[in-house]
C-alpha cells in the first residue's frame, strides 16, 4: 500500500463511531457535515413537530431562533473535536467544566457547553442531567454625553461616524448592523430581517421576529453622507464595507472601529460596540422617551428588560448625590 493509501486508511479508522438517529447501524462511520446539518434542521423545526411520548422525555421548549441555534452548533462542533465523543454523557459535562475551570472560562461558557450538551441529547431521544451554572448579570455600561461626544470627534472617517451614530440612535445589535444590505435601509429605517445575502456569515435576527426600527434625521444624515462616499460597483450588497470593499462578517470589525476612535478621542475607558447599544437604551430614558417606545425600538420582548435601564439611571443618580451632594450642609 502507497503512503497515501496508508494516510487515508489511519484517516478512516480514526472516524467517531456512533449512531446518529436515523443510522442504521451502529458501524456506520459519523459525518460530521452530515450530523451538525440534520442537527440544525431538528433544532429550527424538528422539536415542533414531537409526538406527545417524545414531549414527555425531552420537555420540549418553544422553538429556538437561528442566533441561538448557531451557538449550540458551534459548541457541539468543538466539543466534537476536542474530546472526539461519540455521544453527550454526563462524566462529559463534568469533564468539560472542569477544563473551563482550569482555562478560567466564564460562566456563560460553561453554560454554552451545557446547553449543547442537553441539545445534542434530546437530539438522541433522551434526557441528559446537568448542572447548569447561573448567569452572573453583569453591570451595564453606557457613555455620558461628554463621552459621546469625545467618541465622535474620533472617527477616523464618515463611514466610522454614521455606525456610531447608528449604534446610538438605534440601539441595534453588532451582528445585526453588519448583517444589513443596502436595500436594508430606507425611507430612515433600518430593516431587520432574516433572509440572508451570499455573504452574510451570521444569522441576523436574535428572536423569530422581523423588524423595523426608525432613525432620527441626524443618523440618517451620516449615513447618506457616507452613502455618497461608498462605491457602488462592488459585488457585495452590504451597507457597511470594509476599506477592502467587503462585508464586516465579523463583530470583531466593529470592535476595532469603536475602540480605535475611542482611543483616538481621548477616552480611557474599555469602549465595545454593545456599550452603544445600552447608551442608546439610557439616552432615550433620560431625554424622557416613553419606555413603551424605548422597549419596542430596543426590541425587548418584555418591559421588565427595558426597566433595567431605568434602574441603571437612578444608581447612576444615587452615585452623583452621593459624591456631589451628599453633606454639603454636615457642618450646619
Wanted: aromatic content about 10%.
Amino acid at each position: 500500500m502507497s503512503k497515501i493509501g496508508r494516510r487515508r486508511a489511519d484517516k478512516d479508522s480514526r472516524k467517531i463511531q456512533f449512531r446518529p438517529c436515523g443510522a442504521k447501524s451502529d458501524k456506520e462511520p459519523f459525518d460530521k457535515v452530515k450530523f451538525l446539518d440534520e442537527f440544525r434542521k431538528y433544532l429550527l423545526y424538528g422539536r415542533s413537530n414531537l409526538t406527545q411520548e417524545d414531549k414527555k422525555v425531552t420537555k420540549s421548549k418553544p422553538q429556538l431562533s437561528p442566533y441561538y441555534v448557531d451557538n449550540i452548533l458551534s459548541s457541539v462542533d468543538t466539543i466534537i473535536r476536542t474530546y472526539g465523543v461519540s455521544k453527550p454523557t454526563e462524566e462529559l459535562s463534568v469533564k468539560i467544566k472542569e477544563d473551563c475551570a482550569k482555562r478560567g472560562r466564564s460562566k456563560a461558557c460553561v453554560r454554552n457547553y451545557m446547553y449543547a450538551l442537553k441539545y445534542w441529547a434530546e437530539y438522541q431521544g433522551f434526557r441528559l442531567q446537568v448542572d447548569i451554572p447561573r448567569p452572573t448579570r453583569k453591570r451595564q455600561e453606557y457613555l455620558n454625553d461628554k463621552e459621546m461626544e469625545m467618541l465622535l470627534a474620533g472617527c477616523r472617517n464618515v463611514r466610522d461616524r454614521a455606525i456610531i451614530k447608528l449604534f446610538v440612535y438605534s440601539g441595534i445589535r453588532p451582528r445585526e448592523l453588519v448583517n444589513l444590505d443596502l436595500d436594508d435601509y430606507r425611507d430612515r429605517t433600518i430593516y431587520i430581517r432574516d433572509n440572508h445575502s451570499p455573504d452574510r456569515k451570521y444569522p441576523t435576527i436574535k428572536t423569530d421576529r422581523e423588524d423595523a426600527i426608525p432613525v432620527g434625521r441626524d443618523c440618517d444624515e451620516a449615513i447618506r453622507e457616507y452613502l455618497e462616499d461608498r462605491p457602488l460597483d462592488l459585488p457585495t450588497k452590504a451597507l457597511f464595507i470594509t476599506d477592502d470593499g467587503k462585508r464586516m462578517n465579523a463583530e470583531r470589525a466593529l470592535q476595532q472601529i469603536v475602540k480605535a476612535a475611542a482611543k483616538r478621542g481621548g477616552l480611557t475607558r474599555n469602549v465595545y460596540p454593545y456599550m452603544l447599544r445600552h447608551t442608546a437604551a439610557t439616552s432615550m430614558i433620560e431625554s424622557g422617551v416613553n419606555l413603551y417606545f424605548v422597549s419596542k425600538v430596543l426590541r425587548h420582548s418584555t418591559l421588565n428588560q427595558t426597566d433595567t435601564y431605568v434602574n441603571l439611571i437612578k444608581e447612576a443618580a444615587r452615585r452623583e448625590l452621593d459624591s456631589k451632594y451628599d453633606g454639603k450642609y454636615k457642618k450646619g
